[in-house]
């Protein structure tokens, strides 16, 4: 397979970890707790977007849109039910999440069983008119899914960066007890941080489906490697996740190009450039930089 | 319960007449412990009023207290006669009340600006006050695009103040604004204080250097084991003896 070929699987595949890595950074800023449950948040919002699309035969894109609204609902649904009342600190917290994680896979597989499942929509060829120019075999799902990240990513940045929403997010991720004194009503802010991330995680999920299939294990498959892009980029910065969920997204699918290792270290290669990262620059790539 | 016998007997007769905030005979503490004990203290309109006291005599505790960052046991706070006991900060600066902490009270990661438009949240419009304060603390508007966190011990508590200032509070309550800070900075400092009191804001104040602190005060309290000790003018208590040689360093 050509360079360029992996670049643009690459690229897609960093999307995919880019949309899940934002919301666990997210979570992990306001609530201060790694939160395991998020991969499988992705999962139900890929299953949410695959019901609206199977069942109730909406288009995909308004299934998309669905099972965006789904994970955004469990989020802070989750948060509300379980991790707001307890009073503990982050290493229970972690194992709570654990304990959601489980929950949402067995309702997943409960519900819909252990099949793989894909969406009734098409795009799955190459676009031609691409690869005569380029030589990348690329399906409009996949051009879909960079577009839509890259919509959805930058209406983040215009939201942390130039509303009043935005700005309190940023400083209830800087320091709570200041946002509170300042006026901040940071309850309502964290809700917004568990919908953002919620949001994001399951279009993460919708997109990998898209890419790939749909099935109950799908997002807990993708956990570490989202918590390496995490701690790559900085933990508890949005930014550092996004370059830390691309830089693994792309290690992960450049790994053929390394002489003598083959596919199956895909995941181990993206792990040791998270710890040679991490030797020469301890708090990821932009941590200390920027938070939220 | 009570810690020690007082210096002086302070009653309400004491305090001015226009009441602003008061605590009323509070008990609080954090958890278990007990830090304040059957304590009464008012600001009246207008006024800048200084607690002083030892490390652990309850001067902060004071402070959260009224902001709600703890809740009194017993007892109440007042604001302008409305009972706020146990209201959430975020609530209590939409009453009117500002608070600019001891550490940590500058967003590090936002810039000077978007910590002052965060001090403006409660509000519909801020900008024109921003624009005001920026008059006011021209260094501030030097520095504007410049990360909070970059800013020195100095201009970071000039921030806090006039972030604290965008609300235009009737109350600034401010811990230990010299903190940490050098002689020379102190001054500026103080002298802001004192430019916001001018403006109309009643200020409450803790500072451990308390001679600096009372130089810029109408009233002052002497707190000591959690309850008030000494009351009365600035100029009486930085001339009184007892305390001087008890809390002022003789």
Redesign the interface.
């Known amino acids: 397979m050509c360079a360029l070929q992996l670049v643009a699987d690459g690229v897609i595949f960093s999307c995919i970890i880019i949309l899940g890595s934002i919301g666990l950074s997210l979570v992990y800023d306001i609530a201060n707790f790694p939160n395991f449950a998020h991969g499988d948040l992705m999962a139900v919002g890929a299953f949410g977007a695959i019901t609206a699309n199977t069942v109730l035969g909406l288009p995909f894109v308004a299934a998309a849109v669905v099972g965006i609204g789904v994970g955004a609902t469990v989020g802070v649904a989750t948060e509300r039910v379980v991790f707001e009342p307890l009073d503990v600190g982050p290493l229970e917290l972690l194992i709570a999440s654990i304990g959601v994680a489980l929950c949402y896979r067995a309702v997943l597989i409960g519900g819909f069983g252990s099949d793989p499942r894909s969406y009734d929509v098409g795009g799955r060829g190459r676009v031609e008119a691409l690869h005569e120019a380029t030589g990348i075999a690329a399906s409009p799902r996949s051009i879909a899914i960079v577009a839509s990240t890259l919509v959805l990513v930058l209406s983040l940045h215009l939201l942390l960066q130039y509303t009043?929403l935005g700005?309190?997010m940023?400083?209830t991720a800087?320091?709570p007890?200041?946002?509170?004194?300042?006026?901040?009503?940071?309850r309502t802010v964290t809700t917004a941080m568990w919908i953002i991330g919620g949001g994001l995680a399951a279009a993460g999920g919708v997109f990998l489906g898209l890419d790939t299939i749909v099935r109950p294990q799908m997002g807990f498959d993708l956990l570490l490697v989202l918590f390496a892009a995490v701690i790559l980029g900085g933990i508890g910065s949005v930014y550092g996740a996004m370059l830390g969920g691309f830089a693994i997204g792309m290690a992960h699918e450049l790994t053929p190009l390394v002489p003598g290792v083959g596919t199956e270290y895909k995941a181990a290669v993206a792990f040791v450039i998270m710890i040679l990262i991490l030797l020469f620059r301890p708090s990821g790539i932009m941590g200390g930089?920027?938070?939220? | 319960m009570t810690a020690g016998t007082g210096l002086t007997d302070v009653g309400r007769s004491e305090l001015p007449t226009e009441i602003v905030l008061e605590l009323e005979s509070v008990d609080g503490g954090y958890g278990d412990l007990q830090v304040l004990y059957d304590l009464s203290l008012g600001l009246g309109e207008g006024e800048v009023v200084c607690l002083i006291g030892p490390n652990g005599a309850g001067k902060s505790t004071v402070l959260r207290t009224v902001?709600g960052?703890i809740e009194p046991w017993s007892g109440r706070v007042l604001l302008r006669g409305e009972e706020i006991s146990g209201t959430?900060?975020?609530e209590v600066?939409?009453l009117g009340v500002g608070?600019v902490?001891q550490v940590?009270?500058?967003?590090?990661?936002?810039t000077v600006h978007?910590n002052l438009?965060?001090?403006g949240?409660?509000r519909e419009e801020s900008e024109g006050v921003i624009a005001d304060l920026y008059e006011r603390f021209p260094l501030l508007a030097e520095k504007r695009g410049a990360k909070a966190r970059s800013l020195s011990g100095g201009q970071r508590q000039v921030l806090a103040l006039a972030?604290?200032l965008v609300?235009e509070p009737d109350v600034l309550l401010i811990d230990e604004p010299s903190a940490g800070l050098a002689p020379t900075v102190v001054e500026d400092v103080f002298e802001s204080v004192r430019t916001v009191n001018e403006l109309g804001t009643s200020v409450l104040m803790i500072e451990q250097n308390a001679r600096a602190g009372l130089g810029i005060s109408d009233r002052g309290y002497v707190l000591d084991q959690g309850t008030v000790k000494f009351a009365g003018d600035a100029d009486e208590i930085l001339d009184h003896p007892e305390v001087a040689e008890l809390y002022l360093g003789g």
């Open positions: 009043s700005r309190q940023r400083a800087d320091d007890d200041l946002a509170r004194v300042s006026g901040i009503r940071t930089k920027e938070s939220a | 902001f960052l959430a900060p975020e600066v939409r608070y902490p940590k009270n500058v967003f590090g990661s936002l978007e438009q965060i001090g949240t409660a972030r604290a609300m």
